[in-house]
Structures are given as structure tokens and as C-alpha cells.
């Protein structure tokens, strides 16, 4: 693999997106970014990126990124179930803010707009998958 050595001209911003919990998106184009980059700082972001972000493709990008830098890494394992600790604890409060008679669109939008972090985390986890697992949650969380 080909990169640079040095610091990026950009290192503050990647930094910050690195560390954005409401995209995982933008955490992965930084990842990108910074394995293209090999500098102290570049190192310990992905690093940070590999062992901390719930978003397995996240961390797999910091991981082939880190190796191509020749790090001694292990690729940790993908978490099995939930991912964040009671979710259903925190994913009811959002459906019971709700009018009664809400959709499942409805629940939807104001999960992303009141937990982001939720809603990003499962969305990068699931991928394809997200939808049919947000509308079980959704079904199976108690009514008021």
C-alpha cells in the first residue's frame, strides 16, 4: 500500500471526524484518510478507532490501515449482540414520547433525531440488515 509520510495538512478535522458517534460513515472516510498518512498521530487514531468503535467496519478499516504500516495488530472480534448496553431501556422512552397511534416511520425519525448515536451505531452494525431489526425493536418494546 502507498502513503505519505508526515502529518496531513487536515490532521484536526480528521481527528474530529474520527471521533464523530452520530456517523459512522464519517468515521470510516477518516479512517480511510489517515491510513494514507503514516505519522505518530495518524497511528494512534486508528489505533483508538480499531480497539473503541462499535462499528465493526470501522474498526477492520483501522485494521488493515495499521497493518499496512507494518503495526503488530490483531483484528478484534466482531461483538455479538447488543451493542450498546440496554438499549431497550433507551429506545423506549423515544417510543413512548410518541402519540399512540405512531408509525414505525415515525419511531424511526425520532430515534435518529434524539439518539443519533444509537441510530448510527446499529445502522453501520446491521447495514442492510437495520431496518427489519429496528422494527422488531420497535414492535417488541412495551406501550406506555
Known amino acids: 500500500m502507498q502513503y505519505h509520510e508526515g502529518?496531513?495538512?487536515?490532521?484536526?478535522?480528521?481527528?474530529?471526524?474520527?471521533?464523530?458517534q452520530d456517523d459512522w460513515r464519517t468515521r470510516l472516510n477518516a479512517v480511510e484518510e489517515l491510513g494514507n498518512w503514516k505519522c505518530r498521530q495518524s497511528i494512534d487514531i486508528l489505533w483508538d478507532r480499531m480497539m473503541r468503535d462499535k462499528v465493526y467496519k470501522v474498526q477492520h478499516a483501522a485494521f488493515i490501515k495499521l497493518q499496512s504500516f507494518d503495526e503488530k495488530v490483531k483484528l478484534p472480534k466482531k461483538k455479538k449482540g447488543n451493542l450498546i448496553k440496554d438499549i431497550d431501556k433507551k429506545l423506549s422512552p423515544v417510543k413512548n414520547a410518541l402519540p399512540e397511534n405512531h408509525t414505525f416511520d415515525d419511531f424511526k425519525a425520532a430515534l435518529r433525531q434524539k439518539k443519533p448515536e444509537i441510530y448510527d451505531t446499529y445502522e453501520g452494525d446491521k447495514e442492510n440488515k437495520f431496518e427489519q431489526w429496528l422494527k422488531n425493536k420497535w414492535q417488541s418494546l412495551p406501550k406506555k
Open 7 to 20: 502529518i496531513p495538512e487536515n490532521i484536526d478535522e480528521l481527528k474530529r471526524n474520527a471521533k464523530r
